[in-house]
């Protein structure tokens, strides 16, 4: 399986929204409503942030939306704060057991 | 509170073995499929290997298939990986993490870091 294809980095200001896509196939993004985002900071494991493409974990704010178009995931943070300057992951099940990730966007907060 | 904790990585020559563990605590281990994961050097995530509940069914990564072995052992609430015949590309952080299904991992060990080089 290729990786997913997401942009290596992304900006916005405080208060600001900024959008993050996560490009596959009708393999993987397009064939299943599985997608999912991981947000990670410096020297931390991963956090789940969406699931199931626009689920949201209970504690995570709902700053973070999320939504899917054909092969192409988009994860949208709005009203940007510091804390959320953090890599993030999408990833998608992919069939046969097999699951796949992003190459991760390093979101940068102005 | 969920924890999960991985031990057992280090420094390893090429074609060598390790043999990762993860033990939980804070849920009912037997009622999850449990991942391992991995993030390379460049920062790229991994999926590696998955079992289910029971530990009757596993799944790997095309580049580790043959290679390495996921095993779990309820009673302790530990998942394993045994890896062998170690490549270079097989250097990195490795996480264990709880599957809701589907892959979609809630819960994340801090990692062990593997490295492998002469």
């Known amino acids: 399986q290729s990786a997913l294809t997401q942009p290596p980095s992304a900006s916005g200001s405080p208060g600001q929204s900024v959008t993050i896509s996560c490009t596959g196939t009708s393999s993987d993004v397009g064939g299943y409503n599985y997608v999912t985002w991981y947000q990670q900071h410096p020297g931390k494991a991963p956090k789940l942030i969406i699931y199931e493409v626009s689920k949201r974990p209970s504690g995570v704010p709902d700053r973070f939306s999320a939504s899917k178009s054909a092969n192409t995931a988009s994860l949208t943070v709005s009203g940007l704060q510091a804390e959320d300057e953090a890599d993030y992951y999408c990833s998608s099940f992919a069939g046969a057991k097999q699951m796949v990730f992003g190459g991760g966007t390093k979101l940068t907060v102005l | 509170e969920v924890q999960l904790v991985e031990s057992g990585g280090g420094l390893v020559q090429p074609g060598g073995s390790l043999r990762l563990s993860c033990t939980a605590s804070?849920?009912?281990?037997?009622?999850?499929?449990m991942d391992w994961v991995r993030q390379t050097p460049e920062k790229r995530l991994e999926w590696v290997a998955n079992?289910?509940?029971?530990?009757?069914?596993?799944n790997y990564a095309d580049s580790v298939k043959g290679r390495f072995t996921i095993s779990r052992d309820n009673a302790k609430d530990s998942v394993y990986l045994q890896m062998d015949n170690l490549r270079a590309e097989d250097t990195g952080v490795y996480y264990c993490?709880?599957?809701?299904?589907?892959?979609?991992?809630?819960?994340w060990g801090q990692g062990t870091l593997v490295t492998v080089s002469s």
């Open positions: 993490a709880r599957d809701l299904d589907y892959h979609v991992n809630d819960f």
């Open positions: 079992i289910m509940k029971d530990g009757g069914h596993k």
């Open positions: 804070g849920f009912i281990f037997s009622n999850y499929w």
